[in-house]
């Protein structure tokens, strides 16, 4: 099991590339399952979660070859409808596979997700989604067991815009009969840039984006050909780093157009930043980091996945903020570890009252979460001394090669092997 050595760094500089983002490329690799043949995705990041993804697509008969950052998924044959328990608890977003299983074949058996140690997160929304659509669903030893002659379109109306619903109940409509409208929707980038990528294989979607979504169903499409989107949250981080520290990052190969929540608050933290096309130039404040109130919400409001890393820059103000977490009350694991390093940080329900400190000091923590593991980062670029941050293994799932692209920006990190 590796982990993180981080010492004091000093100011970042530099530009960094954005890889693409984890949470466009699970649902893309899922729906590879909606058609026959060999469905081709760019800008595939190297991930832990793509390799989990990847074995499970394998267990289904989804034939997976990898090209550097290219993906190719051969879709020709489903040899099985089942998604184990083994390969599910380790990725919540093995889900995904259930609304495909179920549209093409008719039945699905899928274990209930597993992932990050944090929180109750439902799948409700999936489930109230497909039976909508005509599925008949069962709860059995710890599997959700799906079936459907025929799916057929209809109006659903979202308790909450939950990304992961919108994708299966989404995948699904693709090939029912008729016409499906999904009310509340989602309108994360992920969820435009996997209704693009449907809508070029043959799929009738219109309004991704927006709160309603309208699906008419086809009999099949084509093998999906699709790019994934840069990933806002690193590129949310790696702006952070640049506040925290007090350096200067150029970001590339990112939208900006997603991230404005998250650089509305930079703004307010005393970060100068500027946008381009598809680049970022963030500069932290000459003077000290300004403490700030920040609310999550669904996008475009301040996204959740970016909440630990806020902490970790709000740690070392003149003043007092409070972070409001309003998607997963309990989503404060990285707290206690925060605060093993000098952060001052009350936490009561679902709202973080951080206390300004002048400075942090090295400690060994450990990851909890892949956000968590980016904010322990962050907070080590500055703490004094050493900073030992343990089971890393989670921020392997979402960030591709951190060490090495924090290293070229001049931070002192290392990856070590630990012997047991």
């Known amino acids: 099991m590796d982990s993180f050595i981080i010492r004091k760094s000093g100011k970042l500089r530099g530009k960094v590339s954005i890889s693409g983002a984890k949470n466009a490329m699970l649902p893309l690799m899922a729906a590879s399952i909606l058609a026959e043949g060999k469905s081709v995705f760019d800008n595939i990041p190297d991930l832990r979660d793509r390799r989990t993804m990847a074995q499970l697509l394998d267990m289904l008969g989804v034939k997976i070859e990898f090209s550097g950052s290219r993906l190719t998924a051969d879709a020709s044959r489903i040899e099985s409808e089942e998604a184990p328990y083994s390969l599910v608890k380790q990725m919540r977003a093995s889900i995904y596979v259930l609304a495909p299983l179920l549209a093409r074949q008719g039945h699905a058996r899928v274990s209930l997700p597993g992932g990050c140690a944090w929180g109750p997160r439902p799948i409700d929304q999936h489930l109230k989604g497909l039976t909508a659509l005509g599925a008949r669903i069962k709860i059995d030893h710890g599997y959700i067991e799906a079936s459907a002659e025929k799916l057929r379109g209809t109006e659903i109306i979202l ?40 809508k070029q294989s043959g799929a009738v ?26 990933d806002r949250i690193e590129a949310g981080t790696f702006a952070a780093a640049a506040v925290i520290t007090g350096g200067s990052l150029q970001i590339h190969d990112c939208r900006p157009d997603h991230l404005h929540a998250v650089i509305q608050k930079l703004k307010e933290c005393g970060a100068h930043v500027e946008e381009g096309n598809r680049s970022l130039t963030v500069t932290g404040p000459s003077e000290k980091t300004a403490a700030v109130d920040v609310d999550t919400g669904y ?28 998607i997963y009350a309990d989503r404060f694991s990285h707290v206690p570890e925060l605060n093993r ?22 400690a060994p923590v450990m990851a909890t979460d892949i956000r968590a593991s980016s904010a322990l980062i962050l907070a080590g670029l500055v703490a004094d001394g050493e900073t030992k941050i343990l089971r890393i293994y989670h921020i392997d799932r979402g960030y591709e090669r951190i060490e090495e692209k924090l290293r070229a920006l001049g931070a002192d990190i290392e990856r070590v092997k630990e012997d047991h």
Request: proline share 5%.
């Open 159 to 198: 308790s909450v815009p939950s990304v992961g619903a919108t994708v299966n109940i989404m995948m699904a409509a693709v090939l029912a009969e008729g016409k499906t409208v999904i009310e509340n929707a989602a309108r994360e980038p992920e969820i435009v840039n996997l209704a693009d990528a449907l």
């Open 341 to 362: 390093l000098g952060a001052k940080i009350h936490v009561d329900g679902n709202i973080a009252v951080v206390k300004g400190v002048h400075r942090l000091e090295g």
């Open 299 to 326: 996008y475009p409001s301040f996204p959740t996945d970016m909440q630990a890393q806020i902490m970790a820059v709000l740690c070392l103000t003149d003043g007092s903020s409070t972070v409001v977490e309003n």
């Open 205 to 230: 979607i219109s309004g991704a984006g927006s709160s309603t979504i309208d699906i008419e169903g086809v009999r099949e499409i084509k093998p999906i050909k699709a790019a994934v989107i840069p």
